[in-house]
């Protein structure tokens, strides 16, 4: 079974610099779609950067980026000039067509910024 | 579009009664989904349809859960009889194509207390 692991339950930033999260994942699948969604205080689930495993450039969104290691199974988001309102829960998702629809989601990672 | 909508945004209800989520998904996608969300087990899905046919509901925790989609506009979530342990976020997200390239769009959530 895919699963997706996120091993910093917490983590804290000072405001404008970097922050790397990270994310795992096991699957046997060679094509697949990950993601990282935001989840602010306000409860809405916001998907925030999107990679598609076939590919190997690395997927960026203005201050986000991804670290994707295919070999690895790793999939880190990095916030660059971290702002305030990135403060949030951030959750790394894995996606397999093949299953029908089905998003399988990690833990989360709860991230604070300091001003 | 106005996105996902879900309503009611909170309920707190007695247990022992039936309580009612409703989801209004993005005009346009096939594919809704009902996902719940706690501290202990993060987020959890629930049920999915596909052309408001349901395709898996092997997450719902009991017979007490129900789920329909009478037509593309309109699907809610049904607890009978409710209890505390329900007591979780519940979001509705919909997608089109089976989510492969855009992820899923979230709805807001509906905050359900069980006292």
């Known amino acids: 079974a895919q699963t997706v692991t996120q091993s910093q339950p917490e983590m804290s930033v000072q405001e404008a610099e970097t922050v790397t999260l990270s994310c795992t994942y096991d699957?046997?699948?060679?094509?697949?779609?990950l993601f990282w969604y935001k989840q602010p205080p306000s409860r809405q689930m916001i998907l925030v950067i999107r990679q598609e495993a076939y590919k190997q450039q690395n997927a960026t969104e203005n201050r986000f980026s991804v670290n994707f290691q295919k070999a690895a199974k790793s999939f880190s988001l990095k916030i660059s000039d971290s702002q305030l309102g990135d403060a949030a829960m951030y959750f790394c998702a894995y996606f397999y067509g093949g299953s029908q629809g089905n998003l399988i989601f990690g833990k989360g990672t709860k991230l604070s910024v300091k001003p | 579009d106005a996105g996902v909508i879900q309503s009611p945004r909170h309920e707190v209800t007695e247990m022992g009664q039936e309580v009612t989520l409703r989801c209004k998904p993005i005009?346009?996608?096939?594919?809704l989904f009902w996902y719940r969300q706690t501290m202990m087990r993060g987020l959890e899905l629930l049920i999915y349809f596909n052309n408001n046919v349901p395709i898996d509901d092997s997450g719902m925790p009991e017979d007490r859960f129900s789920a329909k989609m009478p037509n593309a506009s309109f699907s809610n979530l049904k607890i009978q009889p409710s209890e505390p342990r329900d007591s979780a976020v519940y979001f509705c997200?919909?997608?089109?194509?089976?989510?492969?390239?855009?992820?899923?769009?979230f709805g807001s959530g509906t905050r359900l207390t069980v006292v």
């Open positions: 997200a919909s997608t089109s194509g089976g989510g492969s390239n855009y992820g899923y769009t």
């Open positions: 699957t046997s699948e060679s094509d697949y779609y």
């Open positions: 005009s346009g996608h096939d594919y």
